[in-house]
């Protein structure tokens, strides 16, 4: 009979060593994510998609996210800056770990062709007007990966120990949102995290596969608008007058050498101007320019370079048209983003967590990116994560399939853009990829 109890003993411990290993494979978790996309991500993601929201008014987006969460075992506030939503899971002693998903979609009419393509309209907050409404930008992506990464780590509590803070955010496409949250007092109501996490589908990156920067994984960006004042008069004497188009036209051209020869070559930085309005009529020198412009930058020096010189050559250009000093060109900033810069250390980190469990080619070659990632889009994820410092990773998920990518390259038709109508995501890589990273993430953040 000895014996026989300690085979029973042997035969327990072998099968709950069993349960723990095949618990901690990357196969089981992986199979686990792919069991719930059919069961409850994919019909979540198709809701949201079918029935985004905007800005500032995701409000049935915030209430069904929050059910969500709730729903995985979270304890979750709403009404946090406006939609924003915070869901806490703590689980022991440990670290406190933040990620984030934006929530809000874009005023803009799909025309995606898809079976489940947006049809909604939506009063804007912004201009009073009913507008189409459409996840151009992938959000429903995030919000649905971050409910799959809640309800995974929920059901595996035994391997992890600290706290977990999901964030539901609003009017990121505003680049208001994250502030909004942290001026509702957001780290003092519920504890600053130790790392913050965040993911953006990419629509140039191949379908499940990630990229992960050490530096600046997206761009800083400033509006600025100057009004240049000029001396109203006839258009056939406009020498009793002084134009403002004139001087706004030489304003807007010795903006570009602010980047092409003030801008150390191999520091990225934009200007664009996205709006000259003035005038009323031909023959009418008006009094009165406006200009409108988005500036990108990589780091808090090229900002200050580009912001500073914006000004001095506005102001300077109004000197040598002869306005007075009380009449010279205004400059002034309004919204306005950090860039959102990876903590090398962590970014590293991460990496090597993801190749290792997630397989040696989850990450997309360096090439590849540099090739097909050129632009400078802005994120507002760092006014989370600045001041004060949080150690942070913002990354990508690919969410284009491979031959879509190729067919481009070979002259084939082009992959539709971010905030194009024609916008479309494949879900089912997207989602699973972001729930797998971020779960497999959080582990090694979160270890016992």
Avoid at 69 to 84: D, K, N, P, S
Avoid at 204 to 221: D, H, I, N, P
Avoid at 398 to 425: M, N, Q, R, W, Y
Wanted: aromatic content about 6%; some cysteine; hydrophobic content about 40%.
């Amino acid at each position: 009979m000895k014996h026989i109890h300690h085979y029973w003993i042997l035969i327990l411990f072998a099968s709950q060593f069993c349960a723990l290993a095949n618990a901690q494979s990357p196969t089981s978790l992986r199979e686990a994510i792919d069991q719930d996309y059919e069961s409850h991500l994919w019909p979540l993601f198709d809701h949201w998609h079918r029935n985004p929201e905007l800005s500032l008014v995701e409000n049935k987006t915030a209430k069904r996210l929050a059910e969500e969460l709730r729903e995985a075992g979270f304890q979750v506030r709403e009404g946090i800056g406006g939609t924003g939503i915070v869901a806490i899971l703590e689980n022991g002693p440990g670290p406190m770990v933040m990620v984030r998903a934006d929530m809000d979609g874009l005023p803009i009419e799909e025309k995606s062709g898809l079976a489940n393509a947006s049809t909604t309209t939506q009063l804007s907050p912004i201009t009073g007007q009913q507008v189409p409404v459409m996840h151009a930008c992938g959000h429903d992506v995030h919000i649905t990966s971050l409910v799959g990464t809640a309800r995974r780590m929920a059901k595996i509590k035994e391997r992890w120990s600290g706290t977990l803070m999901l964030i539901g955010q609003p009017a990121e496409e505003r680049v208001m949102g994250a502030s909004m949250m942290m001026q509702d007092n957001l780290w003092s109501r519920f504890g600053k995290p130790d790392y913050a996490l965040a993911f953006h589908v990419w629509c140039g990156g191949v379908a499940g596969k990630l990229t992960v920067s050490e530096g600046s994984a997206y761009a800083g960006a400033d509006a600025v608008d100057i009004v240049v004042h000029g001396i109203g008069a006839h258009g056939a004497s406009p020498h009793q007058g002084k134009d403002p188009i004139v001087l706004a036209s030489q304003i807007v051209l010795a903006l570009q050498t602010l980047v092409s020869r003030e801008l150390p070559p191999r520091d990225p930085g934009v200007i664009t101007v996205g709006s000259f309005r003035a005038g009323t009529k031909h023959n009418i020198i008006s009094d009165r320019a406006e200009l409108q412009l988005t500036v990108r930058n990589t780091s808090k020096e090229t900002r200050k370079l580009l912001l500073d010189g914006i000004k001095r050559i506005a102001e300077n250009m109004g000197r040598a048209a002869g306005l007075p000093d009380d009449r010279l060109p205004e400059v002034t900033y309004s919204e306005s983003t950090p860039p959102t810069l990876n903590d090398g250390q962590l970014a590293r980190r991460l990496r090597d967590v993801w190749s290792e469990k997630m397989g040696a080619d989850i990450i997309m070659d360096d090439d590849f990116v540099a090739e097909h990632r050129k632009g400078m889009g802005a994120e507002d994820f760092p006014f989370f994560t600045t001041d004060p410092p949080i150690p942070s990773v913002y990354f990508t998920v690919g969410g284009t399939p491979i031959e879509d990518i190729e067919a481009e390259a070979s002259g084939g038709p082009k992959v539709p853009s971010h905030h194009s109508p024609l916008f479309k995501i494949s879900p089912e890589p997207s989602i699973k990829a972001g729930v797998e990273a971020t779960v497999y993430a959080l582990l090694d953040l979160l270890k016992p």
